[in-house]
């Protein structure tokens, strides 16, 4: 039995075999079960999809409301402990150092002290800053910086820069031009580590400071499936908190035009919001697309849209901010004439990616999973048309006897949170720590999610 490492390259190897061989049975299985306990897993990727017929991984945007003051939303308990734009809670830091939060400080052209800094607080309000900068670049974008557990490690992301003709896009020999890069940290209080190598790009001469270069890992860049003149401009990574393994990200892909002629403003174009999902915040699945859309053309929103890791709860909703402005990045702004617009987008909680299930019918088989708890609960929406069951199958690949699709109860409806039964019971218990697998049968359905739940004296 295993908790799955994304790092064990033996144990993803595997998994891809399995999945790329459809292996509908436990038997000859090269994978120890996924020990998922109780936690909660999404559907962001393949990892719970061992075998599938008709069923397409599906991004699904979010929708534009009114905006809601962000103070308020910050206060609310499910909040208290999340990271938020800069801040970082750090759960394992002692108490006058709870909270953490980067700050790019400076003029680039003062070498020897501009620069990352580091501020840490007990409250949020009152901030200490450590007076050595930590990291001696000017990554001019987004930078953050976040805590793993999984390896007991700070992580910090940052716009990293890839080598260029100065003054000019249309020249550069490499692109895209913005990428992400990542650092690994074990002190956020120290100076961070820099690798051997292109870690510096004078991007703006040797007399500033140098932007991160190709040196540091890169974990997001655009590809050939894009269009050859777009890059990175902010990342929105965050470790996901109400789910087990997850990182999302909201990066904003900025698509340059045409170099115009000499002597006029360069560094212009388009902007919006695409999602990436991530096991370990290295390697990443990019759901091609825009996740928050420009507006029309001419609109408040309708010529860029810029947000990064501002992910709130409020009860089973997800709210997220954005600024967005009428005109394209190179267009310099009027006063009033080019306003910020300050938008918000909702997304109901697990739902930036489904697993579909066909119109006319489709379904799913996990690979082998060990669990603990008593019952079993879907983040599904099956709308009026739709419908799901779910199958349990013992480690030989057959159905357990009074968990068969035959006793599987239908599921109708749009649920956050809904109990699966066979023939009107729950109870699972009995199955608990013992290799299993689901079989998911849905028709015109969307899964979000599954969980196994313990009763309410058991989880404490």
């Known amino acids: 039995m295993r908790r799955f490492s994304p790092h064990n390259v033996t144990t993803r190897l595997a998994a891809a075999l399995l999945i790329a061989a459809g292996a509908a049975s436990a038997v000859g299985d090269a994978v120890e079960p996924i020990d998922v306990g109780d936690l909660k897993q999404l559907f962001i990727d393949d990892r719970f999809i061992a075998q599938s017929t008709d069923i397409e991984l599906t991004m699904n945007p979010p929708r534009k409301v009114a905006r809601i003051d962000i103070g308020p939303q910050l206060a609310l308990p499910e909040n208290q402990d999340l990271d938020f734009g800069p801040v970082l809670v750090d759960p394992s830091a002692p108490p006058e150092q709870r909270y953490k939060k980067t700050a790019l400080e400076g003029r680039m052209s003062e070498t020897e002290t501009a620069g990352i800094y580091i ?18 670049f ?21 716009r990293q820069w890839r080598p260029r003709s100065p003054g000019t896009y249309a020249a550069a020999e490499i692109k895209p031009l913005r990428t992400v890069g990542r650092l690994v940290i074990d002190d956020p209080l120290q100076p961070w580590p820099i690798p051997e190598g292109k870690a510096r790009v004078y991007l703006w001469g040797e007399d500033n400071l140098p932007a ?8 997001l860049a655009c590809d050939d499936q894009d269009p050859p003149e777009c890059d990175f401009y902010d990342h929105g990574i965050l470790r996901y908190p109400w789910a087990d393994d997850v990182y999302v990200a909201f990066p904003v892909l900025y698509r340059h035009f045409p170099e115009p002629p000499e002597g006029e403003r360069s560094n212009d174009g388009l902007t919006d919001v695409q999602l990436a999902t991530s096991r370990d915040g290295i390697t990443w699945r990019r759901f091609r697309g825009s996740y928050i859309r420009l507006g029309e053309w001419g609109s408040a929103e309708g010529g860029c849209i810029y947000t990064a890791r501002a992910l709130l709860r409020n009860g089973d909703v997800l709210r997220q901010y954005y600024t967005a402005f009428p005109h394209s990045h190179g267009t310099p702004a009027r006063g009033d004439d080019n306003p910020a617009f300050a938008g918000m987008v909702e997304q109901r909680l697990d739902g930036f990616v489904s697993a579909d299930a066909a119109y006319e019918g489709g379904e799913l088989t996990t690979p082998q999973i060990v669990f603990a708890g008593e019952r079993l609960e879907l983040n599904v929406d099956c709308s009026a048309v739709g419908d799901a069951r779910v199958e349990i199958l013992d480690a030989d690949g057959a159905p357990v006897p009074g968990y068969a699709l035959d006793d599987a109860d239908m599921i109708h409806g749009n649920h956050i949170r809904v109990t699966c039964t066979w023939r009107g019971e729950s109870d699972i218990a009995a199955l608990a720590g013992r290799p299993v697998r689901l079989r998911f049968v849905m028709r015109a359905a969307k899964l979000y999610a599954f969980e196994f739940v313990r009763a309410p004296d058991e989880a404490g």
Request: net charge negative; hydrophobic share 35%.
């Open 212 to 219: 991160p270069g190709p040196a540091f890992e890169t974990v």
């Open 119 to 136: 501020y840490y607080s007990a409250d949020r309000v009152n901030w200490t800053r450590v007076p050595e900068r930590v990291f001696p």
């Open 138 to 158: 000017w990554p001019d974008g987004e930078n953050s910086l976040m805590y793993d557990p999984s390896l007991g490690k700070y992580v910090a992301f940052f």
